[in-house]
């Protein structure tokens, strides 16, 4: 087995970035989506790029009986506004939910109805 030797400057450098949680050999962090509220699996989605809300809508299994998707909360880039995500059975297709682009980093809730 061979040894070599390796001048302390660099073994220091490389503790340091251990240490303060760097990784010589790490993959970048995964995209994530937060989708929370009213839906049947409601958590952090992975995501490689932009997708449709349709899509992570079958992720989670779609929506609880209880949600009330007509208004949404998107979170997104330190805003907020509200979005009518409801798929309604009476108006043909495309709804908005099926439009609607959500991006990494995106935090989506979906209310429960109002009683």
Known sequence: MKKYIVPA???AAVSALLI???SLLSEPAPKMILLQGEVNRPGEYIVKKPIKFILLLF???GYTE???PKNAVIERNGKSFIINLGIPANEPPPHLAETFTVYPGDIITIPAKKK
């Open 9 to 11: 400057i660099l073994c």
């Open 20 to 22: 303060s949680g760097c």
């Open 59 to 61: 992720k989670a299994y």
């Open 66 to 68: 209880n949600a009330d």
